[in-house]
Structure formats: C-alpha cells, structure tokens
C-alpha cells in the first residue's frame, strides 16, 4: 500500500507520550543509565520538532513521575535534573525563535532550588510566533493531579451544583488545551502509568516495543498514519 502524505485535518490537536525504555536501551549497549537519558533528550528534540514541523499544537511528555524522582538512586535523579538544566539552558533561544512554548505539567517546586530556576526562567520566555505548546510532565503523578483539583475547588468554595467536568478541567495542569487525542507509549509496557488519567478518557492508545531513543520522527510519521487510519468513536 502506498501512503499518500498526511492528512493536515485528520492531525491529533494534541500527543501525548510516556517515554519509556531509555536505561534498558544504554544497558542493552553496555553504557551507563545516564547515556540512555542523553540519548532520550536528544530524540525528543528530534520528535518536538518534527511535531511542530507537521502541525501538532500541543505535545506533552511525560518526563518525571513524582514515583520515578522519588524511588530512583541519588545518582541517577541528579543526572536526570543537570540534564533537564542543560537543555532548558540550551534550547530556550532557540524554542523562542522556533516557536516551541515550553510548560510544565506537575510540582516542579519541590525541585532544587537551581532547578526550579531554571525551568522557571524558560516559562517566563515569551516565544515568537508559537507554533507548538511543548508540555514537559515533571513530578507529576494524574491521581495526584486530580486530588489537587479537588482540592482547589474547596479551597475556591465552589457549589456542589456548579462542579462539572468542564469545571473540573479548569482546575487540571492542562487547563486552557485540548484534552490528548493521541497516547503513545514506546518501550513495551502495556500500562498508563498514572499518566494523564483525567484528560486521555477518549484517547487513541499506541504501544509499541521500539524503545524511547529509537523512536524517530519516522516512527511517529508511522503512528501518525495508523491514528489517521483509526474511526474514532468518541463514546458512541
């Protein structure tokens, strides 16, 4: 069969992704875990701007569990957070200038101080022309985010009659964006992992084994193709 190009009316107004696979990946070639996170970094630069490039508004990793930061070594979370300083730092100017918005979704307040900074700096960044808002899921856990929600409707003094998913969705990290139409989760795991538990209720799910930092824009293109392919029923 021979794939015509992509639909630009059938694109997922919003991706969402676990990434997952990159220790086993670095272990698999004998390096150390860190490798495997480098390697990961860098194909997501490869993935925001290929998404970007084909016209997905909204893309959203899931970067750091609040179980992930919590349980890992010392060694390995500090690893993880000089590399997510080194790529703020590297890619503020040019996600400015290429229209990428950087967010976060979760509690990166608990972060190091040094930390927190620098991602608080590339949230402040106003961006040229956005083309894409890039969410990046640090400390975040999806049942932690709804007891948050709860909790900032009560603390709001809302009226029982006035609560409804539509209100309920205001109070989320991903207020103001479009619920994910699309989940992908590479790296051979059949799980949702406390992922985004509210918003994906009529998502389209992807797993695939190709692991994280061999998951390429071509392999997207591919996931693309088959979501195209796919009759959404949205409940019906």
Not at 150 to 161: A, G, L, M, S, W
């Amino acid at each position: 069969m021979v794939k015509t190009k992509l639909d630009p009316q059938k694109l997922p107004k919003h991706i969402a992704i676990i990434m997952d696979g990159n220790r086993r990946w670095a272990r698999k070639k004998g390096l150390p875990d860190g490798k495997g996170h480098e390697a990961g970094a860098q194909n997501l630069q490869k993935i925001v701007n290929y998404c970007r490039d084909v016209g997905i508004k909204h893309l959203t990793v899931y970067a750091l569990s609040t179980e992930n930061w919590k349980k890992r070594s010392p060694l390995e979370v500090k690893g993880i957070f000089n590399l997510l300083m080194r790529i703020v730092k590297e890619k503020a100017e040019e996600y400015r200038k290429s229209g990428v918005k950087f967010f976060v979704l979760g509690n990166f307040q608990a972060f190091p101080l040094k930390v927190k900074r620098a991602i608080e700096k590339i949230l402040k960044m106003a961006v040229i022309d956005e083309k894409i808002q890039f969410n990046v899921a640090l400390n975040y856990g999806g049942r932690d985010e709804i007891v948050t929600a709860i909790k900032e409707i009560v603390k709001d003094k809302i009226p029982t009659n006035k609560i409804d998913e539509e209100l309920v969705s205001k109070y989320l990290y991903t207020k103001d964006q479009p619920d994910p139409d699309l989940i992908i989760r590479p790296g051979g795991e059949f799980r949702l992992s406390n992922f985004l538990l509210w918003q994906m209720s009529y998502a389209e799910l992807y797993f695939t084994d190709t692991l994280w930092p061999d998951f390429t824009p071509k392999k997207m293109e591919e996931v693309l193709y088959w979501y195209q392919d796919r009759e959404r029923r949205m409940g019906k």
